[in-house]
């Protein structure tokens, strides 16, 4: 039944709409294919630039070992906390990678590996979970924002910054990690229709683990993917298999590229899965099953990579070796400097807190202070 | 020499040319929020700002406070300087966490290498037959965050000194707009404004010798429409008008109490932990030698904010604070 055809409805009746606003009709090409993309062990992968893909492979490696270090540094009480990116180093090497020096990373608290292969010292990259500061670098330095604990609240960041950065006619695209669990809160909602209405040069990468801490997607979402989200916003929305770094890497590129030429933001989701627990403080298996993760366990992203080059005779025995070794000096250097005592210094509690200290630090300052002569005397 | 007879001016308007001031003189200032461009405001506090610098610079965003202020943390780490909108008190509780977890956090989680230089205006307080959700004290909920400024202002020639301040501080201040002192008019020319005060300093408004009100936005003329009532009673007030509850100028607060041996603290936000709490535990700590009478407090009741046709009951009036200056322990 029409309109015209309603019960009461007549020409006399019929209005037009005031041309404010029309909808969409070419919603189609935003939205993501059914199945994740892939590039390694299809014939895409004949295409792939050997160099670059060692490259990746020897982050890949380096990646895993990191996760492992810093693992076994949580064990030994030297992080307070680690959430592992066990099973996501692909993702995780992928959107370090796929940046120019200019362009902002705004990782979450799980994103320490992407702002490693970014080129953040680790240990200031560790600080956090160390527990000495809260941020331990620079964000302008090294143009990567704090890493952010609160859920989904550094995506609007990287609108507004990426915003900012069009604004003034510089070229920088800002790539926003969030998890499957992020994509729940208001903030995720917020920031991609703020990109979407801007058309701000920023892209959404979701690394889709399968789980917020221990409530898996299912309880999480409705939609048929995450990526179906970035149509509700206007913007493309690409489904990619997360453990294949060059699929990871070629949608990642190509966002980027496209944010760079005044196209618009884009909403990825990887599909890829948390190998090891939330955190050190979690137990998965209240949760999921051994079969699960062995699954998993069979995609891996380091071996998918290394199967498909030494197939392809684009990595040989020699090649492995080598990136394990600089993994394994990476992994020592590491170890030693956060085995190191972390220099602090409670005075600086009360900087910083604002330009100009308010006079009842001064006096909270002054207090601490005659508390710690009094501690060094006795 | 001839004089050009001054126009009065409202608040609205001394607000809106500081904005328009700071923007001519710094192109990284862009004001943003709902409503705020072509409309120029539900309060028309933004009106032209638009037209003379652009949408670029004046931009009506989405309706979603915690995206406006979230781009405008992003904004700022770019190196801009936004002036951010919150179109009522209670309507920006949905920025609450960019707020406090990120804005007030930054310079302080990243050892000061990565300040936030954003103003934020909440035009705040009752009085204005606003129905529910418009007429809200917010300010307790701000001044308990650490690395927030809060500024409020209660007269025109403050509106306009003070936003200027808050809008060139590195720091990100919490502007909150009286908003029934909008259409407030004092004799004030903007093309004289005089000199833009540092924020955190409280100004003495009337001086007296028998007590001191302790008051700031809304309720300074309440204050002083109190004080010269007070005259029929015997009593000279004194006024002291904060004009910033974080920094808190305690040094003026102190001069006057030790003076007057008196203080009642009036604020229209709830009494429990507002406010008037902090400042009757500091003049205690540090004037209780000089204190002739415990420090009162009128504050709005702890309440939800009453609907428009009750809420003369809930705001601090001239009646309740000369009973309350009546309490003070004359006979002593």
Redesign the interface.
């Known amino acids: 039944m029409t309109v015209q055809e309603l019960p009461g409805a007549g020409a006399s009746h019929r209005s037009t709409p005031p041309p404010a606003w029309r909808p969409r009709t070419d919603a189609a090409p935003l939205l993501p294919d059914p199945e994740p993309y892939r590039v390694l062990g299809t014939p895409a992968a004949e295409k792939l630039d050997p160099e670059l893909m060692r490259r990746c492979y020897a982050e890949l490696v380096r990646g895993r070992r990191y996760n492992a270090q810093a693992t076994a540094l949580t064990r030994q009480g030297r992080l307070a906390v680690y959430p592992s990116t066990v099973g996501q180093e692909a993702c995780e090497i992928a959107a370090a990678l796929v940046l120019e020096e200019q362009d902002w990373l705004f990782p979450s608290y799980r994103d320490t590996l992407a702002a490693v292969a970014r080129g953040l010292d680790p240990v200031q990259a560790l600080t956090l979970l160390r527990g000495d500061?809260?941020?331990g670098y620079?964000?302008?330095?090294y143009r990567i924002?704090?890493l952010s604990t609160?859920l989904a609240?550094q995506?609007?960041?990287?609108?507004?910054?990426?915003?900012?950065?069009r604004?003034?006619g510089d070229d920088?695209v800002?790539l926003a990690l969030v998890g499957d669990g992020g994509t729940s809160e208001?903030?995720f909602?917020?920031?991609l229709?703020?990109a979407a209405?801007w058309q701000a040069p920023v892209v959404f990468l979701v690394q889709n683990n399968g789980f917020a801490i221990s409530v898996p997607l299912a309880k999480q979402t409705a939609a048929p993917t995450l990526a179906h989200k970035a149509v509700g916003y206007g913007m493309p929305g690409r489904l990619v298999d997360g453990n294949d770094i060059a699929a990871v890497r070629e949608v990642l590129s190509e966002a980027v590229r496209r944010a760079r030429a005044g196209g618009g933001p884009t909403l990825i989701e990887a599909v890829t899965y948390r190998i090891e627990a939330h955190t050190n403080a979690d137990d998965a298996t209240r949760y999921r099953g051994d079969a699960e993760v062995e699954a998993w366990k069979a995609h891996d992203p380091v071996e998918l990579l290394e199967r498909e080059l030494t197939a392809r005779g684009m990595l040989d025995a020699d090649g492995i070796q080598e990136a394990k070794d600089a993994a394994e000096a990476m992994a020592a250097t590491l170890r030693e400097r956060m085995n190191a005592e972390p220099v602090l210094d409670p005075m600086?509690l009360f900087?910083?807190?604002?330009?100009e200290q308010?006079?009842?630090l001064r006096e909270q300052a002054e207090m601490l202070r005659a508390e710690l002569d009094a501690e060094e005397q006795s | 020499m001839t004089t050009v007879a001054v126009k009065p001016a409202t608040m609205a308007q001394a607000l809106q040319r500081a904005m328009r001031d700071a923007m001519a003189e710094d192109p990284t200032v862009?004001v943003m929020g709902e409503d705020v461009g072509t409309l120029g405001g539900v309060f028309r506090i933004t009106d032209g700002l638009a037209k003379e610098f652009g949408e670029?610079r004046c931009t009506d965003?989405?309706l979603?406070e915690?995206?406006i202020?979230?781009?405008?943390?992003?904004?700022?780490?770019?190196?801009?300087r936004p002036v951010v909108e919150m179109q009522f008190d209670a309507f920006a509780y949905?920025a609450f966490?960019?707020l406090i977890?990120?804005v007030a956090?930054?310079?302080?989680?990243?050892?000061?290498?990565?300040?936030l230089p954003i103003t934020i205006r909440v035009p705040y307080g009752g009085g204005i037959g606003g129905v529910e959700h418009h007429s809200d004290s917010s300010e307790a909920y701000y001044v308990a965050t650490?690395?927030l400024?809060v500024v409020t202002p209660a007269t025109v020639e403050d509106a306009y000194g003070l936003l200027r301040a808050s809008i060139a501080?590195?720091?990100p201040v919490v502007f909150l707009e009286p908003k029934r002192l909008y259409w407030s008019k004092a004799q004030w020319d903007p093309a004289e404004p005089a000199a833009v005060p540092g924020i955190?300093k409280a100004l003495v408004r009337r001086t007296g010798a028998s007590a001191t009100l302790i008051t700031y936005g809304p309720s300074l003329p309440v204050c002083l429409e109190a004080a010269e009532a007070a005259r029929e009673e015997g009593w000279d007030l004194e006024v002291v008008d904060l004009r910033s509850l974080?920094?808190?100028d305690?040094?003026t607060v102190m001069a006057s109490v030790r003076r007057t041996g008196r203080a009642v603290v009036v604020h229209e936000a709830n009494g429990f932990a507002g406010p008037g709490a902090e400042l009757v535990a500091r003049i205690q700590e540090k004037c209780f030698h000089h204190l002739e009478a415990p420090v009162l407090r009128v504050t709005g009741f702890d309440i939800p904010y009453p609907p428009p046709m009750l809420e003369k009951h809930h705001l601090p009036g001239v009646d309740r604070i000369l009973d309350t200056v009546a309490r003070l322990q004359w006979e002593n």
Request: net charge negative; no cysteine.
């Open positions: 500061w809260h941020t620079d964000p302008r330095e924002a704090p609160p609240t995506l609007p960041h990287a609108v507004g910054l990426a915003h900012a950065a604004l003034r920088v800002a208001g903030d909602h917020e920031a229709n703020f209405v600086d900087e910083n807190v604002y330009a308010t006079g009842r | 862009h670029e965003t989405p979603a915690a995206g202020l979230g781009a405008a943390v992003g904004m700022a780490m770019y190196g801009l949905p966490e960019q977890s990120h956090k930054m310079r302080n989680r990243t050892r000061g290498a990565m300040p650490p690395g400024h501080s590195d720091d955190g974080v920094p808190l305690e040094d």
